[in-house]
């Protein structure tokens, strides 16, 4: 009996350790993103004063569905550009600055993790982000915003440089026992578009190096079971020089294989696919777009077994929330900003006796463009102006013309800047515009825009509107672009607009938005051909407030004001370029 009582007595010791050694333990985790959101947080246009598909109004409600269904197993984050955009952040950033900014309320009412900075988050100036960054209340990632004023590395327990004050490096989140780490970097080609003040006490590294050095940081000292890279800076391509790339996450995935999954955004494309990278392994890079139309979500589940991380489970889908139900709790609870908002857009500032249209602005002189550049050269007293349409079909009807149209007059907070130019560099500038928006004709059937061959309707159209913001036209001159000319001959300068001879060896005063002065788009750089570092000993004058500010003023001190083009330029030969401007213009616009 006492043997048989020892024998079961051992079975049963090795059926429990046996079953110990399986012990299998899986852990579902979602994570939501939304990126370049520009402040379209409500579902209204406060530009277009109608109703606004997507928005954070109907993410939250796609956001509320997901948290019924994951508990606290569900992460939200933002990957920045949420502090220009829609008026309301405008009224919010400059009119209400005594206010909590509506950005910081919408991301602490919805409860996000973590957020990152935004080119477009800088660009409003030191007093408009140091307080955001104050009032957001999840963390704020900036890996490689780091202070100017310090060592190359801080060696206090092995960290890299330090960040600016009020941001992370890096986030840490615990779920079921899953350790998560959240890097966050910005774009750092923020130099090639902002003044100097506007960035003072930060540098920006270049990112892949940066991703490396908080890579083995983390692992080193968080050692966490996820890493996710949450990245304002597009896939690849955008501004390259020997320093840094504008979008370099495909970049970080290749080479810095201990990422899971990058979140990014910036470059206003969705992207949802995974890269090899160095190790061999495989990293899911996923992007939302703009807008807050989709959400970016990644799905993963981990298999622990015997308490040791054996298999990790992801996979990433685009999801749309262009018409999702409306939060109507989200909208109540900030009515009274809504109401402020949509009292300060509908104010009257002025009249139109015609329309303006942006898409006129690709095919020759436009009243919209040439409106701001009148307005430009009446405001600084300048010789020249260049000037970009910001959008690619904004229309402004004829009659009472209010203060949200002028955020669809002019979309961004630039300043106004007047620079030396001579006039051999005012042409390459034109030049290097030109090629950017005209093709090279060969024959009659060619295109006169520079669209895509092998791609159709919105695809066309989508890569063409991208970059509307570099198309720069001048007023002041008379001068012809020839579309059978290669690129770099095509711009010949016939006169100043008023009759005085042009000289390509005087010097001129030019205006322009302080994106482009500052280099924005490489039309001076590497078009005009002048060095970036002595842009700032070109400008000559500057405003204090921004460009819309002064275009206001303006307009309301004219009261009527009828819009009409310069007729300063134009595309030859003609024969050749009248009817491919039309082809073009139905294959972007339509009928």
């Given at each position: ?11 049963a ?18 994570v ?50 949420i ?23 919408v ?53 890299p ?41 930060m ?42 790339e ?16 990058i ?15 160095v ?8 992007d939302?777009?703009?807008?807050a ?25 685009i ?28 104010r ?11 898409r006129e ?56 800047y ?10 390459k ?22 669209l ?11 890569g ?42 005087r ?7 302080s ?28 405003t ?14 004219m ?26 213009s139905l ?5």
């Amino acid at each position: 009996m006492k043997r048989t009582a020892i024998l079961a007595t051992a079975v049963a010791l090795t059926l429990s350790a046996a079953t110990a050694q399986t012990t299998t333990k899986k852990v579902s985790i979602k994570v939501i993103e939304t990126s370049d959101v520009h402040g379209h947080f409500f579902p209204y246009d406060f530009m277009d004063k109608k109703p606004l598909k997507g928005t954070l109004a109907r993410v939250n409600t796609y956001v509320r569905q997901q948290r019924r269904l994951m508990g606290d197993h569900l992460l939200l984050i933002d990957n920045g550009d949420i502090l220009q955009g829609q008026p309301c952040v405008y009224w919010s950033n400059y009119v209400m600055p005594e206010d909590e900014n509506l950005a910081a309320s919408v991301v602490n009412y919805m409860g996000y993790d973590a957020e990152t900075v935004g080119n477009h988050d800088i660009e409003p100036g030191h007093k408009v982000y140091d307080k955001w960054i104050r009032e957001v209340r999840c963390p704020l990632l900036g890996a490689n915003i780091v202070k100017k004023e310090q060592p190359a590395r801080d060696r206090l327990k092995g960290r890299p440089t330090q960040v600016y004050d009020g941001l992370q490096p890096y986030s840490v989140h615990n779920i079921d026992g899953v350790k998560i780490a959240i890097v966050g970097m910005l774009t750092p080609a923020i130099p090639n578009w902002l003044t100097k003040n506007v960035w003072k006490g930060m540098e920006f590294e270049e990112m892949v190096g940066c991703a490396k050095k908080w890579a083995k940081y983390i692992k080193e000292y968080e050692q966490p079971d996820l890493i996710f890279g949450l990245f304002h800076s597009g896939k690849e391509g955008g501004i390259v020089t020997p320093e840094y790339e504008e979008d370099a996450t495909g970049a970080v995935a290749r080479e810095v294989p201990e990422f899971d999954v990058i979140f990014f955004g910036h470059d206003h494309q969705v992207h949802n696919e995974w890269i090899t990278n160095v190790a061999g392994s495989k990293t899911l890079i996923i992007d939302p777009s703009c807008y807050a139309q989709n959400v970016a979500v990644a799905d993963i589940e981990l298999t622990y077994v015997n308490g040791q991380l054996t298999k990790k489970d992801i996979s990433g889908e685009i999801v749309s929330v262009r018409d999702e139900q409306i939060d109507q709790q989200m909208v109540s609870h900030f009515q009274p900003q809504i109401d402020r908002v949509k009292a300060y857009v509908d104010r009257r500032i002025g009249r139109f006796e015609h329309p303006v249209y942006t898409r006129e602005s690709f095919f020759g002189n436009s009243a919209f463009t040439d409106l701001i550049h009148n307005l430009q050269l009446q405001i600084s007293k300048a010789d020249i102006s260049f000037n970009a349409p910001l959008s690619f079909n904004t229309v402004i009807n004829a009659g009472d013309v209010t203060q949200g149209d002028m955020f669809k007059l002019y979309r961004f907070e630039n300043l106004l800047y007047v620079l030396r130019m001579t006039g051999e560099e005012v042409r390459k500038h034109l030049e290097f515009s030109y090629d950017m928006w005209t093709n090279t004709m060969t024959s009659p059937s060619d295109h006169a825009l520079r669209l895509n061959d092998n791609s159709k309707g919105d695809q066309q159209r989508t890569g063409f509107q991208y970059y509307t913001f570099n198309f720069d036209s001048a007023c002041g001159i008379d001068y012809e672009v020839d579309l059978t000319k290669p690129d770099g001959q095509k711009v010949r300068i016939l006169k100043m607009s008023d009759g005085q001879p042009f000289d390509e060896k005087r010097w001129y005063r030019v205006v322009m938005n302080s994106y482009r002065a500052n280099g924005g788009g490489e039309l001076l750089t590497r078009g005009a051909g002048i060095p970036k570092d002595s842009l700032e000993g070109r400008v000559v004058f500057h405003t204090e407030l921004d460009q819309r500010h002064y275009l206001t003023q303006e307009i309301e001190r004219m009261g009527t004001v009828a819009p009409r083009p310069n007729h300063n330029w134009r595309f030859v030969p003609e024969e050749w370029v009248k009817p491919a401007l039309r082809r073009d213009s139905l294959t972007l616009f339509g009928k």
